[in-house]
């Protein structure tokens, strides 16, 4: 018999506030929408993927591969295996830290780190500066931490970077904590050594604490050394530093995050994820401890292609009417402005925003890319250069006679 619900048991079965205050995330919704695309039978070119078209490197893939032989396959510590955990201290201590392995927390991507750091040290009366645009899952972890994000916003003008002085009028007393991401997602803009002196001279007057993403840390290009906020020992006690192998080793899949950070914050992070995931994946611990044994001329040869591509990528965007673009010099993404074409038509369709341009461009060119609202801006789109060259000019060709089709 079909089990009957009082009016007040149906709204117990309801579902919660937290989740219906937090929005899914766009970036994935592409790769559903790509998905099904295809599988309806479309030829789709998805330049919105954030990951590498490279595949693992096969020595990282032997180690996880002997890790099974050998029997790695039960729980591990709750922090990581203490192997993975030193080779990540010498890591990060080769770029200005002095961390030692009980100062580093693995989690399944650098996603889960965030995320336990934010739940670690965020009250739900705090507020977390997020600069925009933003990586699209920072104000959404922030918002189900219970802290409340407040945007800093970083101009076209200025590259997609804030200056020292906007992130001192930004902070308040109600300020707990400050995300930074360099180079970024979306916009690819990497600060210099000297603009990240600035941002954490700043943070060290402040009682607050320096969230620094670094996952692209190691994608930089035009001669740029890869630098991180670990050099600035002023804000040492601040700092919860962030980082993984997916983009720079290729190893998304694998699910490598860290955190390293004063001891009080690892254990509380550590506390957190012991209630999650307990700890990541064995198997991708070894892998991981073989990616940080590679040789640097194997990450060589993907940085070299990838600044290939962004020089491709970017010319071509360049030589399209009515498209402003900010030369990236980091990560692998492009972030071009499409305001320019606001207005116009496509089917009797007026395109009035980058989720407009979006449609549009899957729709018209076959080509796949994130509208900007996912990452704080309705004027931008993100497109991703971590596909082929060939694929990469096929897109470029396509959305360029797409766009001529608009009235």
């Given amino acids: 018999m079909e089990k009957q619900f009082s009016g007040q048991n149906q709204k117990k079965l309801g579902l919660s506030q937290f989740v219906q205050a937090i929005e899914a995330s766009r970036t994935l919704a592409i790769t559903t929408k790509v998905t099904e695309l295809r599988r309806q039978g479309k030829t789709i070119i998805d330049l919105g993927a954030g990951e590498p078209d490279f595949p693992t490197p096969a020595p990282v893939c032997d180690a996880g591969i002997q890790a099974i032989r050998n029997g790695k396959t039960k729980y591990t510590h709750n922090a990581g295996i203490l192997e993975l955990r030193e080779k990540i201290a010498a890591f990060v201590n080769k770029y200005g830290g002095q961390y030692q392995p009980e100062q580093i927390l693995v989690s399944a991507g650098a996603k889960q780190s965030i995320f336990n750091a934010l739940l670690a040290v965020c009250d739900p009366d705090d507020e977390v500066l997020v600069i925009s645009p933003y990586w699209t899952s920072y104000p959404q972890q922030v918002k189900m931490a219970r802290a409340t994000p407040v945007f800093l916003q970083a101009s076209e003008r200025d590259h997609y970077k804030v200056t020292a002085e906007q992130l001192s009028k930004a902070i308040t007393p109600k300020t707990k904590l400050l995300m930074f991401n360099s ?225």
Avoid: C
């Fill in 183 to 407: 180079p970024s997602n979306p916009t690819g803009a990497t600060y210099t050594k000297d603009e990240l002196a600035a941002i954490a001279d700043v943070v060290a007057q402040h009682d607050i604490y320096l969230l620094s993403d670094e996952i692209y840390m190691q994608l930089v290009y035009d001669g740029l050394e890869p630098v991180s906020m670990a050099m600035f020992p002023q804000i040492r006690s601040q700092l919860i530093l962030v980082n993984g192998l997916s983009k720079s080793h290729a190893m998304t899949g694998w699910r490598v995050g860290y955190l390293a950070a004063e001891l009080p914050i690892v254990k509380a992070a550590a506390k957190v994820q012991s209630h999650s995931t307990s700890n990541i994946t064995s198997i991708s611990q070894y892998a991981a401890v073989a990616a940080f044994e590679l040789a640097e001329t194997e990450l060589q040869k993907m940085r070299t292609t990838f600044a290939e591509r962004r020089d491709f990528v970017t010319q071509r965007l360049r030589s399209m009417p009515g498209v402003s673009l900010s030369l990236p010099q980091g990560a692998f993404y492009v972030y071009p402005n499409f305001s320019q074409y606001f207005g116009k038509k496509y089917q009797q369709k007026t395109l009035n925003a980058a989720l407009d341009i979006a449609d549009f461009l899957i729709d018209a060119a076959g080509v796949a890319v994130v509208p900007g609202e996912a990452f704080g801006s309705n004027e931008n789109i993100r497109i991703s250069y971590a596909n082929s060259m060939e694929n990469l000019a096929i897109a470029m060709d396509q959305i360029e006679v797409a766009l001529k089709k608009l009235q």
